[in-house]
Nanobody, 121 residues
Framework: QMQLVESGGGSVQAGGSLRLSCAAS????????IGWFRQAPGKEREFVSA??????YYADSEQGRFTISRDNAKNTVYLRMDSLKPEDTAVYYC????????????????WGQGTQVTVSS
């Protein structure tokens, strides 16, 4: 199976920035869509961003603040988060799929362990 490991989470003040990384195994990394989801206490896991061969896509709440990119040579996907808000506080997960749909958590068979992001006001 595909293996994914997130890193880069931590605590930051409102308005600050973080860059999350998702390191993946496998020689066919470039064939996967990589998505980012987040889950706050008491809330459903929600879509944040994904990168496909057509480019990056974002949920409305992240548009203009988050940037997703990938480095296929390093088997790594990045999520840069700028202008962070307290409502961005959550555990962030990366996930991988070879399917044609990638906006729902059920579209992804492979998941990382998650990394905590805490934004203080």
């Amino acid at each position: 199976q595909m293996q994914l490991v997130e890193s880069g989470g931590g605590s930051v003040q409102a308005g600050g920035s973080l860059r999350l990384s998702c390191a993946a195994s496998g020689r066919t990394f470039s064939s996967y869509v990589i998505g980012w989801f987040r889950q706050a206490p008491g809330k459903e896991r929600e879509f944040v961003s994904a990168i496909t061969r057509s480019g990056g896509y974002y949920a409305d709440s992240e548009q203009g603040r988050f940037t997703i990119s990938r480095d296929n040579a390093k088997n790594t996907v990045y999520l840069r988060m700028d202008s962070l808000k307290p409502e961005d506080t959550a555990v962030y997960y990366c996930a991988a799929t070879t399917g044609r749909r990638w906006t729902r958590k059920d579209d992804y068979p492979y998941w990382g362990q998650g990394t905590q992001v805490t934004v203080s006001s």
